[in-house]
C-alpha cells in the first residue's frame, strides 16, 4: 500500500496542511497482524484551538455561509466525484486500520460519496427562505448556519459517520472541524483531499486527530456553536452534560440493543439463521446491529440451532482475504470486553450454544468466534448491555404483545426488525417499537433520503434525510415591510 496512505505527518487546517503543535504520534494497529502499519500526529489542545480559530474565522469573515446554496452544491458535487475516484484507496485503508472485511468494506464506503450528492441536490431544492404572511404583517423564516461545527466520529466507520455529519453541515453553510478516532484516524484523511481538491475554502473543514482529552477540549471550546458525536451512550451522557454549560447545540447517534421480532407466521428457522449472518457485518461493532433475535416459545428449539448453524459456518479469517465475513474486532480492548460477557454464562445461567472462544487457526490478531447465546431472559446483562461485537442473544417470547414489551424493555430504541408472513401484520407490530428505525419483512428504507438516529439513550436527533439539515440551522425569524415580501409566497 502506498506509504502517503498510511503515514501522515501534517494536520488539514485552514485550507493546508498543518505541522503540529506537539511531538506526539498516534501509531495505529492492525487489529489482524497486531502490528504498527501507520501513523498519524496526536493533536493537542493548540492544535484544537488553531483548528477552531481557522473554522471560526472562515464562518465569520469567509465566504462559504454567505455563497448561495447552489454554488456550495457545486462544492459538494465535486467532493463526491473525488470519493468516487478514491474508494479503493479508503477500503485499503480501513481494512488494514481497523480490521473490516475486505468484501465489506465497500458496502460501508460506497454510501460515502452518496451523501455528498444527496445534500448538494438538497441544497439546490430546500427552502432557506419562507415568508409567512398574517394579514398586513410579514415574516421572513431564514434558516441559517449554525455555525462552527465540532464533529467527533468512531472508529467502526470513521469515513462513513464523517459523510452524515460533514456533509449536512457544509450544505447548510457551517464550518467544521473534525476529530477522527485514535484507533481509525487515517481513512478520514481521504475526505480532507476530497474536499481540498474540490476547492473548498480555507477553514471550512478542518481535521483533526486526537484522544479523549483533545475531543472533551473541542466539545467545550467557545468558538464551536454545536457538536455532532457518534459513539458510546457513555461518552454521549459526558458530551451533553459539557455542552449543557453553554447550551451548546447538540446530536448524539449512540448505542443500541436492536431487537428483532419474529412472529409465529414467519419461516422461523430461516429468518432467525439470516438474521444472525447479517449481525455479524463489521464483526458485530455496528450500533444499529440486530442483537436480540426474539422468536416463539414454541419454535425456541428449532431457531436456536438454526443460529447455531449459521454460526459455525460463517467464515472467520484475515480481514484481506476476500472470503473472510468475520474479520477481527478493533483492539484488544474490545475483544476483552466482549470475552467478558461471554463469560458471564455461568452467573448469569445463559448457554453459549455456537462459538464463544477464539478461533484455533488464527493465532494472531484480535478475534472472536461468532457466537449465539441461548436460554436468555431479556433482563440479564447480555440482552441489557451493548456488547459490539459478533455475538446475539436468542429469547422466546409468548405472542405479538409478549415480543414488543420484551423489544421496547431496553434503554436502548435505535433500530429493530420485525418478520412475519402478513405485511399487514408486520407493519402493525412495528408502529409499536420505540425505536428510531424499523425493518418489516426486509424492506430498506432508501438512504440517504430517510433519517437515522435513536430513542430513548440511543441519541438525540437524527442523520441523514431532510432532518440531518436541519440539525446544521438555525431558525431566524424577520418581521419585513409587505413590500418586501415576494408575491405569492406563502405559508
Not at 247 to 254: D, F, H, P
Not at 317 to 346: C, K
Not at 370 to 397: C, K, W, Y
Given at each position: 500500500?502506498?506509504?502517503?496512505?498510511?503515514?501522515?505527518?501534517?494536520?488539514?487546517?485552514?485550507?493546508?496542511?498543518?505541522?503540529?503543535?506537539?511531538?506526539?504520534?498516534?501509531?495505529?494497529?492492525?487489529?489482524?497482524?497486531?502490528?504498527?502499519?501507520?501513523?498519524?500526529?496526536?493533536?493537542?489542545?493548540?492544535?484544537?484551538?488553531?483548528?477552531?480559530?481557522?473554522?471560526?474565522?472562515?464562518?465569520?469573515?469567509?465566504?462559504?455561509?454567505?455563497?448561495?446554496?447552489?454554488?456550495?452544491?457545486?462544492?459538494?458535487?465535486?467532493a463526491a466525484r473525488r470519493l468516487k475516484a478514491r474508494t479503493s484507496d479508503i477500503v485499503r485503508v480501513l481494512v488494514d486500520e481497523m480490521g473490516v472485511a475486505s468484501g465489506q468494506a465497500p458496502l460501508q464506503v460506497g454510501t460515502v460519496a452518496m451523501v455528498f450528492e444527496y445534500y448538494a441536490e438538497l441544497a439546490r431544492t430546500f427552502a432557506f427562505d419562507r415568508v409567512v404572511?398574517?394579514?398586513?404583517?410579514?415574516?421572513?423564516?431564514?434558516?441559517?448556519?449554525?455555525?462552527?461545527?465540532?464533529?467527533?466520529?468512531?472508529?467502526?466507520?470513521?469515513?462513513?459517520?464523517?459523510?452524515?455529519?460533514?456533509?449536512?453541515?457544509?450544505?447548510?453553510?457551517?464550518?467544521?472541524?473534525?476529530?477522527?478516532?485514535?484507533?481509525?484516524?487515517?481513512?478520514?484523511?481521504?475526505?480532507?483531499?476530497?474536499?481540498?481538491?474540490?476547492?473548498?475554502?480555507?477553514?471550512?473543514?478542518?481535521?483533526?486527530?486526537?484522544?479523549?482529552?483533545?475531543?472533551?477540549?473541542?466539545?467545550?471550546?467557545?468558538?464551536?456553536?454545536?457538536?455532532?458525536?457518534?459513539?458510546?451512550?457513555?461518552?454521549?451522557?459526558?458530551?451533553?452534560?459539557?455542552?449543557?454549560?453553554?447550551?451548546?447545540?447538540?446530536?448524539?447517534?449512540?448505542?443500541?440493543?436492536?431487537?428483532?421480532?419474529?412472529?409465529?407466521?414467519?419461516?422461523?428457522?430461516?429468518?432467525?439463521?439470516?438474521?444472525?449472518?447479517?449481525?455479524?457485518?463489521?464483526?458485530?461493532?455496528?450500533?444499529?446491529?440486530?442483537?436480540?433475535?426474539?422468536?416463539?416459545?414454541?419454535?425456541?428449539?428449532?431457531?436456536?440451532?438454526?443460529?447455531?448453524?449459521?454460526?459455525?459456518?460463517?467464515?472467520?479469517?484475515?480481514?484481506?482475504?476476500?472470503?473472510?465475513?468475520?474479520?477481527?474486532?478493533?483492539?484488544?480492548?474490545?475483544?476483552?470486553?466482549?470475552?467478558?460477557?461471554?463469560?458471564?454464562?455461568?452467573?448469569?445461567?445463559?448457554?453459549?450454544?455456537?462459538?464463544?472462544?477464539?478461533?484455533?487457526?488464527?493465532?494472531?490478531?484480535?478475534?472472536?468466534?461468532?457466537?449465539?447465546?441461548?436460554?436468555?431472559?431479556?433482563?440479564?446483562?447480555?440482552?441489557?448491555?451493548?456488547?459490539?461485537?459478533?455475538?446475539?442473544?436468542?429469547?422466546?417470547?409468548?405472542?405479538?404483545?409478549?415480543?414488543?414489551?420484551?423489544?421496547?424493555?431496553?434503554?436502548?430504541?435505535?433500530?429493530?426488525?420485525?418478520?412475519?408472513?402478513?405485511?399487514?401484520?408486520?407493519?402493525?407490530?412495528?408502529?409499536?417499537?420505540?425505536?428510531?428505525?424499523?425493518?418489516?419483512?426486509?424492506?430498506?428504507?432508501?438512504?440517504?433520503?430517510?433519517?437515522?438516529?435513536?430513542?430513548?439513550?440511543?441519541?438525540?436527533?437524527?442523520?441523514?434525510?431532510?432532518?440531518?439539515?436541519?440539525?446544521?440551522?438555525?431558525?431566524?425569524?424577520?418581521?419585513?415591510?409587505?413590500?418586501?415580501?415576494?408575491?405569492?409566497?406563502?405559508?
Amino acid at each position: 500500500m502506498s506509504e502517503s496512505l498510511m503515514h501522515r505527518d501534517e494536520f488539514y487546517i485552514g485550507g493546508t496542511w498543518a505541522k503540529p503543535a506537539g511531538p506526539g504520534v498516534l501509531e495505529v494497529v492492525s487489529p489482524s497482524s497486531e502490528e504498527v502499519v501507520g501513523r498519524v500526529p496526536l493533536a493537542v489542545d493548540g492544535d484544537i484551538d488553531h483548528a477552531v480559530a481557522a473554522a471560526r474565522t472562515a464562518f465569520d469573515d469567509g465566504p462559504w455561509p454567505r455563497m448561495s446554496p447552489r454554488e456550495r452544491a457545486d462544492v459538494l458535487d465535486g467532493a463526491a466525484r473525488r470519493l468516487k475516484a478514491r474508494t479503493s484507496d479508503i477500503v485499503r485503508v480501513l481494512v488494514d486500520e481497523m480490521g473490516v472485511a475486505s468484501g465489506q468494506a465497500p458496502l460501508q464506503v460506497g454510501t460515502v460519496a452518496m451523501v455528498f450528492e444527496y445534500y448538494a441536490e438538497l441544497a439546490r431544492t430546500f427552502a432557506f427562505d419562507r415568508v409567512v404572511r398574517q394579514g398586513d404583517r410579514v415574516g421572513l423564516v431564514a434558516s441559517d448556519p449554525v455555525g462552527v461545527v465540532g464533529a467527533i466520529v468512531p472508529w467502526n466507520a470513521p469515513v462513513t459517520l464523517a459523510a452524515w455529519k460533514v456533509a449536512p453541515a457544509l450544505a447548510a453553510g457551517c464550518t467544521v472541524v473534525l476529530k477522527p478516532p485514535p484507533e481509525s484516524p487515517l481513512s478520514p484523511y481521504v475526505l480532507a483531499e476530497a474536499l481540498h481538491e474540490a476547492r473548498l475554502p480555507a477553514g471550512v473543514f478542518n481535521l483533526v486527530p486526537g484522544d479523549r482529552e483533545v475531543g472533551e477540549h473541542l466539545v467545550t471550546h467557545p468558538g464551536v456553536d454545536k457538536i455532532a458525536f457518534t459513539g458510546s451512550t457513555a461518552a454521549g451522557k459526558r458530551i451533553m452534560s459539557l455542552c449543557g454549560d453553554s447550551i451548546k447545540r447538540v446530536s448524539l447517534e449512540l448505542g443500541g440493543k436492536s431487537a428483532a421480532l419474529v412472529l409465529d407466521d414467519a419461516d422461523v428457522e430461516t429468518v432467525t439463521a439470516n438474521l444472525v449472518g447479517g449481525s455479524m457485518h463489521n464483526s458485530g461493532q455496528v450500533c444499529a446491529a440486530i442483537t436480540r433475535i426474539l422468536v416463539p416459545r414454541s419454535a425456541y428449539a428449532r431457531a436456536l440451532e438454526a443460529a447455531a448453524d449459521k454460526a459455525r459456518g460463517i467464515p472467520v479469517g484475515d480481514p484481506h482475504d476476500p472470503g473472510t465475513v468475520v474479520g477481527p474486532l478493533v483492539a484488544e480492548r474490545q475483544r476483552a470486553r466482549v470475552e467478558g460477557y461471554i463469560g458471564l454464562a455461568a452467573e448469569e445461567g445463559f448457554r453459549v450454544v455456537a462459538g464463544g472462544g477464539r478461533p484455533a487457526h488464527l493465532p494472531k490478531g484480535w478475534y472472536v468466534e461468532p457466537t449465539v447465546l441461548g436460554d436468555v431472559d431479556n433482563s440479564m446483562r447480555v440482552a441489557q448491555e451493548e456488547i459490539f461485537g459478533p455475538v446475539v442473544s436468542l429469547i422466546p417470547h409468548d405472542g405479538d404483545d409478549d415480543a414488543v414489551r420484551i423489544a421496547n424493555d431496553s434503554r436502548y430504541g435505535l433500530s429493530g426488525s420485525v418478520w412475519s408472513g402478513d405485511d399487514e401484520r408486520g407493519l402493525a407490530v412495528a408502529r409499536r417499537l420505540r425505536t428510531g428505525g424499523t425493518m418489516v419483512n426486509g424492506g430498506t428504507p432508501p438512504m440517504p433520503l430517510t433519517p437515522f438516529g435513536g430513542f430513548k439513550e440511543s441519541g438525540l436527533g437524527r442523520e441523514l434525510g431532510v432532518e440531518g439539515l436541519h440539525q446544521y440551522l438555525e431558525p431566524h425569524t424577520i418581521g419585513i415591510p409587505a413590500a418586501l415580501a415576494p408575491q405569492g409566497d406563502a405559508s
